[in-house]
C-alpha cells in the first residue's frame, strides 16, 4: 500500500479495496511506529476524527479519502500549532489555515503535524523547540529544514504526502536531503492565511510527495485565490494533466555553469550531470545562463528576512500572543524580556536582533535598503535568463544531508541556501526532485520557472520521473 502513488491509491479507494478509515489506519500505525526513532511528528491524531470520513464520502474528487500530515505552522483547528517554537506549545488556533481547509473539503484525511525549524528558521531541523528530527536514510543526519519533519515523514511513508513551507529553501533543500519531491509555488499561488508567518514576503506554502504528479494533484487542491490574504493573486488556476510521454523536444532548460562548478561533492556533481543528461536523451537542450547577482543572495536574504521576522515576531510578548514565563517582573519591560527569553530558542532571538538592528535608523539604508535592491536585481537576472530558457534545472544543495551537530556556527548553516534562495528572492515557483543518489545518500535536482508557471516545472519533473525511478527509492529500515 505505501508504495502506491495518489491516483493508485484513490483507485483502490474507489474500487472499495480498501476503505477510507482503512487505509488512514494503515498511515496511523507507521507513524505510531516510526516517529519514536525519526522525531519527524509533534502531534498524532489518536484516531481518525469522522468529519474527515465524511468529507471524504462527499467529495468525488481525486484526494478524497488520501491521508496527509501538515507542517505544524498550518494552523489546524483544534489541534495545537506550535510552529516549533515553546512560545507556542499550547495554541490551539480557533479556526484552519485556507490550506487546511481547502484540503480538507477535498476530501483529505489530516493526520498528524510535521515537526519543523522553530518559526521556520533553519537548514536541518535542529531548532525545534521539540527536538531534532532524524533523516529515515541515516539517523545520524539531518533531514534538512525547515520543512525537516515534513520530509522525513513521507520519506518514511507516514504519509503520502505533507504540506510544507518555503521562504528560503524550506521545502526544495529537506526534499533534497530526504529523497522526495517537494515543490514551492510562486509567492501569491497559494494563500498564507492561517500560516504562522516568518518573512511575510517570501513564505509561501507548498506540498511534498512522492513524485511530481502527486504534487501536483495536491497543489491544484491548495492553489487559487484567498480574500483573506492580500498577497494572494487572483490568477486563472490551471488544471494538472499528467505528461503521458517523456518527450521533451523543443524544450530550453538553463543551466548555470558557475553553479555547477561551486559543486564541491564530486558525487553531486555527477548525479546533476546525470540528471542533465537524461532531460537531454529526452531531447530537451542545455542553454548556458547567467544569474550575476546570485552570489549576493545569502546576504541579502539574512538582511530581508530577519528584517520581516523581527515585525512578524513582536507580537509574541506574553500577553497578546504567547506563553507567560513563570518568574516574577519588575514592570512591563521587563516582564516582556522574560516572556520572550523563555519562548524563543537562540536561532529566533539572532534573527530578532539581526533584523531590528538591520531595520533601525542609521542602518536601514545601509543594510535594509541595499537588500532590497539586490532583490531586484537578482529578479532581473531572472526576467533576462527567462527570456531564453523555459525552464532551469540547477543544484538543490551543495551538500547531501549532513550529520548533526556539525554545524554549530550560523553563518555556515545560512550558506547552505546559496541555491534555493534566489528563487525565493524573485518569488518564482521551483521544485525539488530525487536524481541519482550519493554515497546512498539523496540527492535533488532543482527546477525553477518562470513567474506563475509551475507546470513547466512540473511536466518536466513529471516527464523525468517517467524515465527514471529514484523517487521510488525508500530508506530500507522503513520499508
Ligand atoms: N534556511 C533558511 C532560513 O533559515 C530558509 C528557511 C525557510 O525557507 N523557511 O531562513
Redesign the pocket.
Known sequence: MINLSLRELQQCLHKKQISVAELASVYLDRCHQYNPILNALVHIDADIKPDYLLAAQVSQGPLAGIPIIHKDLFSTQGVTTTAGSKMLANYVPPFNATVVSQLNQAGMVQLAKANM?EF????SNEYSAFGAVKNPWDLQRVPG???GGSAAAVAARLAPVATA???????R?PAALCGVTGIKPSYGRVSRYGMVA??SS??QGGVMAVSADDCALVLTAMMGHDAKDSTSIAADKWTWQAPEDASMKGLKVGVIPDWLEQLEDQDIKQSTLAALDTLVAQGAELVDVDLPHADLAVAA??IL?PAEASANLARFDGIRFGQQSDGKSDDVNDMYRKNRSAGFGAEVQR?IMLGTWALSSGYYDDYYCRAQRIRRLISEDFKQAFSQVDVMAVPVSPEVAFKHGTKSDGVS??Q??QF??PA?LAGLPCLSMPIQPARNLPVGLQLIGPYFNEQVILTTAAKYQLVTDYHQHMPEAFL
Open positions: 525549524d521556520a528558521m533553519g537548514s529544514g525547515s520543512s513551507s518555503d521562504t528560503g529553501g524550506s521545502i533543500q516568518f518573512a517570501l513564505d536574504y539574512y528576512a534573527r548553516m545560512y547552505a541556501d534555493t534562495i525565493s
